[in-house]
């Protein structure tokens, strides 16, 4: 089961990966569109660390919900609404329970990048942050780990891709040949949450180890 230190753990380890990728996001987002999807991620996964320290939901869903109204509240762009709706549908989905199951979590994920698909009328194919959130939630039933990788390949998959959806299709064929700036940062989302998990198993190893140990 997962607990709301679990989901703060999983938008540090988010935000950490946006510090650390934010140039490469900006530099991604220069060629097909207006070089800030670094930027706009780092000042809103900062604020969505700072607002969750301040505020310490205590639960999954609370957690998720502060972290999507803090990144439409602080992102300016396509990327905040679209991942603000994300986490507050998500977020929604897991409702009050103090602990989810991974069953549980796939499920709200599900809905929540359902949600993005209906915000954004984008379909996969388009060239958007859906061509890596779509195979990333797909793979999610195997392991985190694995969703992560999808998430990664479909990433890269975008670069023949011409947009449809978004600044970057304004360009038409001249999208063509670069990778998308937001599948990329769904990656890094979808990859920070299987760093987290695997920490997480490992500890919860440990411990079941530590107790049949009768210590
Ligand atoms: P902006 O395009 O407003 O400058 P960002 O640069 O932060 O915003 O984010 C751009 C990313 O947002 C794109 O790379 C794409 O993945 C995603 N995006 C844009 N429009 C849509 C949409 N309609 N549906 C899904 N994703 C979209
Ligand atoms: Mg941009």
Redesign the pocket.
Known sequence: MRDAEFFRRWMAAAAAAVEREAERLTEL?SPI??A??GS??LRGFTAVVRELEAERPEQPGAVLQLAGRTLIST??????P?YGTLLRRTGKELGTAAEVSDGELRAALDAGVGA?AR????APG?????DALLPGIGALGASYRAAGEAAEKGARATVPMQAR????SYLGERSIGHQ????TS?ALLLGALADVADAWDAMDAMDTADGEGGA
């Open positions: 987002d569109g207006d800030d999807h706009n991620l992102v300016g762009g396509a990327s905040g679209l993005v915000l954004g009328g984008a388009d060239k958007t942050m859906l959806k978004g600044r970057a998308d700036p937001g599948a769904s």
